[in-house]
């Protein structure tokens, strides 16, 4: 069995080796918050090592998507009724393109702490694909053409949330509503439907993990009451794992080890390591462990070697030994955190709602290396590329650089 790696997450993703430097997706390359990038900043402020900050319209919690020159998010305007897409110079912040890709005039409901546009553009090549739950799902050009939408049925109730994945031709998804469960897969070209597996659960807003596991590739995708395991080619199930109440799950996965690490979220969080390689109900034979005390609602997990760090929404940072669930530390951050943590240039990097970053060392003894604060909310995860950090608040996106 094998951890997800840059190499595999890419040639998944694209079929080819990911550029240097890039960040196509939600959590970077891998997916799991990993980035290759040196020489970053340790410190800023609205004041220092701020390279530019571009204003950006309405309000949106995608984090930042980067290939070579452009930066894409999404955002929302006149209160969730126009859905649009931004792509922002890498190398200027200016405002390239702005797109309204789709037009509700119900657009429902949100959570105070969700937008209408939180799931994160995933970039291949000359096509960006955007998902905003149920209210539409996406493909445009670099050069800001629409090439083609479609609408996936269900209702999340508390707004979109989980991104898109790719694996080959594929363009797979979570939905998982209040109403209906299951997870889809469209043709990357043409936004039709490929296959279709239903599932029991509950709602969750989850980003599923592609991994190889004995060589052959799995897409883990948790959802409500369940996580299960699915064949990506086909949407076959594999294996399941069940944490009985769990809902509104939002981290995605990350895999080391032999394990997968997952979170049930609501009300009660538990995080589940979970040993690869099963097949069928496997919840009884291959939960390795657990950690209820500090496990996140929101934040998804990070593993840097054989450490895991765990944030939980209110602020507990834990620092585990991944493979046997020991526990190295526990502290109070304070502060409340939606946002991932990023692992880059060394460092580990810890954002608050508030606009506050934690950047501590990696390691078995808790150490802190910076803190810095930025005016607004920040609910987004940080992005990374081209010897920066790319930062998104309520209002703007800066690029942090030394």
């Not at 609205?46 to 930042?64: D, N, R």
């Not at 469209?186 to 592609?210: C, N, Q, S």
């Not at 609501?266 to 462990?289: C, F, K, M, P, Q």
């Not at 920066?388 to 608040?393: I, K, S």
């Amino acid at each position: 069995m094998l951890r997800s790696c840059l190499t595999f997450a890419c040639l998944l993703l694209t079929g080819s080796m990911c550029p240097a430097g890039d960040w196509p997706q939600f959590r970077g390359p891998d997916g799991e918050g990993h980035s290759a990038e040196t020489n970053l900043p340790l410190t800023w402020s609205e004041t220092e090592h701020v390279a530019w900050k571009a204003e950006l319209p309405g309000l949106g919690w995608s984090s930042p998507s980067i290939v070579g020159k452009q930066i894409w998010l999404t955002t929302a305007t006149d209160e969730g009724h126009s859905l649009r897409v931004l792509c922002v110079d890498r190398d200027s912040g200016k405002v390239l393109h702005d797109v309204e890709v789709f037009h509700k005039d119900e657009p429902g409901n949100i959570h105070k702490k969700n937008s209408y546009a939180s799931p994160t553009p995933l970039i291949e090549g000359n096509r960006v694909y955007l998902h905003y739950g149920m209210l539409g799902t996406a493909c445009v050009s670099t050069s800001r053409e629409i090439l083609w939408t479609t609408v996936l049925k269900y209702n999340h109730r508390h707004g979109p949330a989980g991104s898109p994945v790719l694996f080959g031709d594929l363009l797979i998804l979570n939905c998982d509503g209040t109403d209906v469960q299951y997870v889809v897969a469209l043709d990357k070209l043409t936004g039709k439907e490929v296959w279709r597996t239903d599932r029991e659960g509950k709602m969750a807003y989850a980003t599923p993990l592609i991994v190889a596991v004995d060589g052959k590739p799995q897409l883990i995708s948790p959802g409500g009451e369940w996580v299960q395991a699915y064949d990506p080619a086909t949407g076959k199930e594999i294996w399941r794992v069940r944490y009985p109440g769990g809902y509104s799950v939002v981290p995605r996965p990350v895999v080391g080890h032999g394990l997968t690490f997952v979170s049930s979220s609501y009300d009660s969080a538990t995080l589940y390591a979970i040993r690869l390689g099963g097949e069928g109900d496997v919840t009884d034979s291959h939960v390795a462990w657990k950690l209820s005390k500090g496990a996140p609602h929101n934040p998804s997990t990070l593993l840097v070697g054989d450490e895991l760090y765990v944030v939980s929404d209110k602020g507990i940072l834990t620092c585990l030994d991944a493979k046997s669930g020991e526990q190295h530390y526990q502290e109070r951050l304070g502060g409340n955190f939606s946002a991932s943590p990023l692992f880059a240039d060394g460092r580990i990097y810890l954002l608050d709602e508030d606009g506050k970053c934690t950047v501590i060392a990696p390691g078995k003894e808790y150490r802190v290396l910076a803190e810095n604060q930025l005016p607004g909310r920040t609910l987004a995860s940080i992005s990374t590329a081209d010897g920066a950090l790319f930062l998104r608040t309520d209002t703007a996106l800066y690029r942090l650089q030394k």
